[in-house]
Each structure stands twice: as C-alpha cells, then as structure tokens.
C-alpha cells in the first residue's frame, strides 16, 4: 500500500471527528472538551498547530494532532486509525510525521495525556522516548489518568 500524510487539509477536518468519536465511543465516554475540540479541528490549526491525516488512496484512515498550547509546547493528541486498519503500522506512520514536524518547527515540549487501560498505545508512545510523569496541570479529561513527556 501506497500511504500518503496530509497535514492541516482542511477538507478533511471531518474525518478528524468521525475517526476519534468512533474510538471514544468504543472505550470510553465522549466528554464535552472532546466535543469541543473535534467539531472545530481548524482552530487547532488557528492556534499554531496540525493536523496529519494518514491516507490511501485518497481515503482516511488515521489521524492526529500537535495541539499548540502557547510557547513552544504542543501536545500529542487525537490520535486515531480506522477499525480495519489497526495492526498495519499506521499509528507508527502518524507518530512518525508528528515527531518529525514536532523537531523541524521547533517546539520545546511535546505531552500528551492518555488512560492507563490503553495498552498498546502506551508501548506505541515509550517506543518514541514519551516518559511517564506527574501531570502538572489540571486536566480537562475525566478518562486521562497517564501523562508523558517526549525526552526525544
């Protein structure tokens, strides 16, 4: 397969909720900065960040984001890759253009917060030198009880 990355399409913006909404559902509860956040994936965008859609011939199969949060942090959010395209190597695609374009902006800190039950995404993240942490703020996420810092 011939896999492209598209980042910050904003024709694709629908995908971004379509593709997270399907695996919240699933695991855990959509809460209202979810809802927030995926029905405006262009002020994600407006505020500095990106959004990398991972395609195949011209269909959407995965996505995530590098939400700017001011100075120089981002975080590594939303990530997401159709029910049929688990397994192929996808979130490895995706974490690879974002840590990538996270280097080349430059940013100065890259987290992401994430729940413990997500096992295999938790290996995804440590394979890409994210370090567990104390969570030094409030988060607005009622499932995120696990927070990592990219020591790149």
């Known amino acids: 397969m011939s896999y492209q990355i598209a980042i910050n399409d904003p024709t694709l913006g629908p995908h971004f909720k379509t593709l997270n909404l399907a695996w919240l559902e699933k695991y ?24 990398f859609y991972i395609l ?14 001011g100075d120089q942090v981002y975080e590594l959010t939303k990530m ?18 974002c840590i990538s374009h996270f280097e080349s902006i430059p940013g100065k800190s890259l987290y992401l917060e994430t ?7 938790i290996k995804l993240y440590e394979k890409y030198h ?14 995120a009880d696990y927070y990592m810092e990219w020591q790149g």
Do not use: W
């Not at 997401?80 to 253009?97: E, H, I």
């Not at 729940?115 to 995404?121: D, E, G, H, Q």
């Open 115 to 121: 729940n413990s039950s997500l096992k295999t995404a």
């Open 56 to 69: 195949d011939n011209n269909r959407v199969l995965g996505c995530c984001a590098l939400k700017h949060h």
């Open 28 to 51: 855990f509860v959509v809460e209202p900065i979810d809802e927030q956040v995926l029905s405006q994936p262009q002020k994600i965008i407006q505020q500095g960040g990106f959004i």
């Open 80 to 97: 997401a890759v159709t029910k049929t395209s688990q397994g192929k190597g996808l979130g490895k695609r995706l974490m690879d253009a």
């Open 130 to 143: 994210f370090v567990a942490k104390e969570c030094p703020f409030n988060t607005p996420y009622d499932r």
